[in-house]
């Protein structure tokens, strides 16, 4: 510790970073840190451009912008260039540093804190992040109004060559009209202008980051899927086999890293299967076959989860976040155990558990609400904000810009009068919401038979896909899962979806489920008390007004999905029957606010 002239302790405080897109939660962080002590000095640590593209991704300012940019911070008092991503000792002690400033959830490739060392030395102090903003949430707004920030860029001075924007389908594209208002007297016909894809940016993302989405605040396979090309597997039988020698010997290796008595087995002697596949994430069941497997400890397992991660899915969610919430939920027994992670992947436990059904979901209704409880009680380190009005907003937006040439499509979209009404509908949402005040709580958001895991066995149920989770209304989740226990998408002819509205939880139904969840949700919040008739009644209400934003939520996702979505799937079919119950339980609900109004403690619940 050095002093300053009058002998007062002058106290050496170390914050790294990225510090791309610099915004205000930065700013904080820095003065935060800066005002930890009298007679400090910050030191900001600037990670280098190739050790965040190894541990985070791809930067958007450059290394000598972020430098310079941070010089002109007034907390700041001086800059250490290219910090190791792992802050270890060897880095604090020779900058003399006396505390350690970070925000605890950056995380080693084994799960550990990058501040380890510094919590050993008793010299890390933790800063709150700011929740409400990001880097990530800077580049999601960029990307959900592209079409308006190429508009008012093209109206400038650039060409389509500066712009990257060589070889765009301008007959399919809504670039269209911009493009020719900008370019009229150019031939758009040009082989320049054809064929469209936005290069810049799929090649910093990949198409796959379309298929990452969280519910409420991100978006799925919406923005930008016209100027990408088919996402349907063309790899040949040669290039898959090629792939496959290519990808289990690392997905081995990454085992046998976690499981060290994994590596007296042979290579051949462990099996790779991959178990599922999209766009966003591949999995893999990586085991030792039980006769094998005898040698193993007891304490390790013969059959592992690989899940490697969609390239450019970071755009969409934090994977911190997603880490956080993975550890979580297997520390209370809801998911999965996480073994390990990997750069580009995680370890987990695999789970030899069967998907529900829609039978299942009323046989074991007790159990999914008391599950239901527990994760509605659960303190996520994420933001609390919940943003289904923000996303439906968005959303009602790209749909009222969506187009069709085919004539049925066509006929189909008109019907929905998604231009005329839909934003009304959004104000009669909020309107109805309001007065609710419904919990904000950790949701999953999409609580289907397919997301949910049950062992006939142990008669152990588990959520999953919950990485998307976000903090929303309590009733959402509710009144979501009650409307799709009456949505069956295991129909084999077109459009591959049947909703039976007969199948909706009658009241004795929802009476069984709300009991079970109150009497739950009540003891993990260390409250003794009875459950009420009331209280059941006004939960019911609750869910019934929510079960609106549901129909109204996926209905906008699905006419999107219809412009778009090269999946065989009757999309506008699907938003047409989502609305036709929206409107029906609209009706319904007019009654149910005369029982609302009549209930002023439910009223200020």
Known sequence: MDETSAGEKIVRILICGVWDLFHYGHARALE???????????????????????????????????????????WVDEIIDNVPWIIDSTLIEKYNIDIVAGSDDVYTKDGNSIYQAAKEMNKFIEIPRTEEISSSLILTRIIRDYDYFINRTLLKTLSLDDLNLQGLDLTTSRLNNIVKRRWHKENLNEPKYQD????????IFGDSLLHSWNVLGTMKETFLRQSLPSTKDKRTRQEILEETDQIHPLLINECQKVFPAWKKFKSDEIKVDEVAGGLTNKLYKCYIEPDKAKSLPCDTPNVLL????????????????????????????????????FDGGRIEEFMPYRTLTQADMKRLSPLIAKKLAIMHTIDMPISKIPSLFETLHH?????????????????????????????????????????????????HNDLLAGNMMYDDNTGHLCFIDYEYGSYNYRGYDIGNHFCERSINYNIDEYPYFKINPSNYPTQEEQKEFLYN????????????????????????????????????????????????????????????????????????????????????KFMHS
């Open 32 to 74: 935060h840190a800066k005002k930890l002590v009298p007679n400090s000095v910050l030191v900001v640590g600037i990670h280098s451009d190739n050790i965040t593209l190894a541990m985070k991704g791809k930067v958007v300012m450059e290394y000598d912008e972020r430098r310079e940019l941070l010089k002109h911070i007034k």
């Open 196 to 203: 469209m894809k936005i290069n810049g940016f799929l090649k």
């Open 306 to 341: 690989v899940r490697l991660y969609g390239a450019g899915t970071e755009v969409f969610f934090s994977r911190e976040n997603e880490t956080k919430i993975f550890k979580k939920f297997a520390e209370m027994n809801l998911g999965p155990k996480l073994y390990g992670l």
């Open 395 to 443: 959303w009602i937006k790209v749909a009222q810009s969506v187009e069709f040439e085919d004539e049925l499509k066509k006929t189909l979209y008109d019907k929905l009068m998604v231009r005329d009404k839909f934003l009304s509908e959004l104000n009669y949402l909020k309107t109805s919401i309001s007065c609710l005040n419904s919990p904000v709580v950790f949701c």
């Open 517 to 600: 969840y109150l009497t739950e949700y009540h003891k993990q919040r260390g409250i003794n008390t009875v459950v009420t008739e009331e209280e059941i009644r006004n939960l019911s209400i609750e869910a019934s007004i929510f079960t609106l934003a549901s129909h109204f939520l996926w209905s906008c996702w699905s006419i999107i999905q219809a412009s778009s979505s090269d999946i065989d799937f009757g999309y506008l079919e699907f938003a047409t029957e989502r609305m036709s119950d929206y409107y029906r339980r609209k009706q319904e609900i007019r009654m149910l606010f005369k029982n609302l109004n009549r209930s002023s």
